[in-house]
Structures are given as C-alpha cells and as structure tokens.
C-alpha cells in the first residue's frame, strides 16, 4: 500500500490506525505465501483449467460462490429471473448479487416474488449495487433515497447493500474523498440498523492520485476516512489489478507499486465480497488486460483465494461472485466460470 503523504498527518495517522488490527493477519498471510509471493497476475496460461492440478482441497469454499447478475442483463431482460435462475441452479452457485431488480421485457415482479424464486432454486440473494448520488431528487440512490433503498434490500433478506460508484462526488481531491467517506459512514450506520453491511465496489479510477496530492493513493484515503465497522469494501479483483497497471506510478514518473491483495491480507475483515473476473494481460490495452470468461485469464485465482480463504477464520468470511461485463455468451460464461472455479485445489 502507498504511504499517505506527510503532508496530511491526521489522514495518515487514521489509516495506520485502522490498519493495525490487520498486522497480524497480513504478517501470517505472508508466511502462507512465502516464495509464491510473486505478483499476483500469473504468467500467460497459468489462470486456465491448467492451474486446477494438485489433489488438496478445493480452493472455493462450499456455499460462497455466487455471480453478479449483470453479466446475465442480456438473458433476464428477456426470459426473466425464473429461466435464469433455474440455469444458475445447474451451474452450481450458490449465491446471486444484484444489479437491478426489475426484468425489462419479460414483465414486472415483486420483491417477495423475487425472493422466493431465489429461494426456489438454492440461491441466496447477497448483495446488490445502487447508485451512490444523482441530481434527481427521485433518483433511486443511496444519497436521494436511503431509506427505500434499504427498504428493499431488506425485503430481498439481503445481508449486503453496496455502490458500484466511486466516491468522486465532489472530485478527486484528499478533502472531496473525506466528504464522500463521510456519506459512506452515514449509509453504512443505517445499513446496520437494519442488520445488513454496506459496501462499495471498486473500478480501476479508485487507485489513482489525489488530483492537490501526487503522493496520496485515493483508495488509501477511502480506506482511512471510512469507519470499518461500517463500511466494507467488495473487490473487483480484475479491476484492481488494472488500477495497479494504470497506477504503479505517481504523475511525475516516481514508482508506486502495490498489490491488490496486500490490501485484503491486511484487513481481511474489510472485504466480504469479491468480484472475480479474468482478463489476458496486454499492455496495449489501457487499463493492462483484455477481459475474459473466468479461467480464461491470466490472473490466478488459486493463489488469490487460498491466499484469502487459509486465513485463521477466514475460509467462509468472504463471497466470490463470478463476473463478466460484456460477455460473448452469458449463459456459457457462468457455466464455464463455475466449473472453472469449482476445479481448483489447493497445492499439496
């Protein structure tokens, strides 16, 4: 993790804060990793069905694999939730994040309806992403319309409520990024009211730079201003490692390395959700990666979960939801995703 700027000690001192109960963890992740502790996008090849070998365990823990129903926008728009949920069924998941909750073409439903398909065919609703702010006072987001948001999310029996949006409200300076925090701290206080956590969930802008402050990591001011016993992060692993090919150096040419999951390892308890998506590394492409069904890839997700997952207390904390933003098939995506996932075993 980048260091906060001396220039700012309040925010440093809170980070280092926050951070210390994780010490221990990261210090026992790090004797787990040992020589493997390479970076974590493998060599080309490594992130297919090749990486499954070995005879330990499986790497997915039973009951946390779920997937992010906006990699299947396409087929619930017009079949509806029931044929896809029944497809999600076959595949083996077990969990089912939100993007949405209506159906397009296919017709209304109620959230009682839609709770009990879930339901119906073994899958538990996690999650769901809303927006975090619109300049429409009606607008269905957190910061015009908190309480029906939580309404409905604890309608569906969700234990999870989160934005897929950065805190870029007020811009990317240090002090935008504390005001943003703090509506993040307020959203997270009324989502534990109501028994559920409130999240937020990367893309790669989030691990850039202050725009007042070269040497200040944005999502290192995330992390420091956000109370972490409210808000909770969910990983977009492909995304983060495209944050750290955009970002692995400040605007005047200094390196600034980090790795993804060095910020999980040190405070593990921050991130109980994941999204896992693959992608082919090609530095031609500007975020680093071209992105692929899971398994396809080259980010190894062997390591990525072992190393998560073989933390004391760890192995059912977290829960991986499969995603793909435009895949070529949605239905072959989330099958083959699975098998992907579910083929994995610990090295021996």
């Avoid at 390591?303 to 435009?326: C, K, P, Y």
């Amino acid at each position: 993790m980048s260091r906060i700027s001396d220039t700012d000690p309040a925010l440093a001192h809170r980070l280092t804060r926050r951070g210390m109960l994780g010490v221990a963890a990261g210090a026992s992740a790090a004797a787990l990793l040992g020589a493997a502790g390479a970076p974590a996008a493998a060599a080309p090849g490594t992130g297919t069905a090749a990486s499954a070998a070995g005879r330990g365990r499986p790497v997915l823990p039973p009951g946390r694999l779920g997937i992010q129903l906006y990699s299947l926008r396409d087929k619930v728009s017009t079949l509806g939730f029931a044929p896809v949920f029944a497809e999600l069924e076959k595949y083996g998941y077990d969990e089912v994040e939100f993007a949405g909750y209506t159906q397009g073409s296919a017709g209304p439903i109620t959230l009682a309806r839609l709770r009990r398909l879930a339901r119906d065919h073994g899958l538990t609703p996690i999650g769901s992403h809303v927006g975090h702010y619109s300049d429409d006072p009606n607008a269905y987001t957190f910061a015009q319309n908190l309480t029906k948001v939580l309404d409905d999310a604890q309608a569906l029996g969700l234990k999870h409520i989160g934005t897929a949006s950065g805190p870029f409200r007020y811009g990317s300076t240090v002090d935008a990024w504390k005001r943003a925090a703090e509506e993040f701290n307020t959203y997270g206080a009324a989502a534990r009211a109501r028994g559920m956590k409130f999240y937020q969930h990367n893309h790669s802008d989030e691990f850039g730079f202050a725009s007042d402050d070269p040497t200040v990591r944005l999502y290192d001011v995330l992390l420091a201003e956000t109370d972490p016993d409210l808000v909770f992060l969910e990983m977009d692993i492909f995304w983060a490692y495209a944050g750290r090919f955009r970002f692995s150096r400040r605007p005047d040419g200094t390196a600034a390395p980090f790795e993804p999951l060095d910020y999980v390892l040190r405070q593990p308890h921050r991130y109980p959700l994941f999204h896992v998506k693959d992608g082919v590394s090609d530095p031609s492409d500007p975020f680093g990666y071209r992105m692929v069904d899971v398994g396809d890839g080259d980010i190894d997700y062997r390591r990525f979960l072992s190393a998560v997952t073989r933390l004391r207390g760890e192995r059912l904390a977290h829960h991986w939801q499969a995603e793909h933003d435009n895949p070529a098939e949605s239905f072959t995506f989330a099958r083959k995703s699975s098998a992907h996932l579910h083929s994995l075993r610990e090295k021996c």
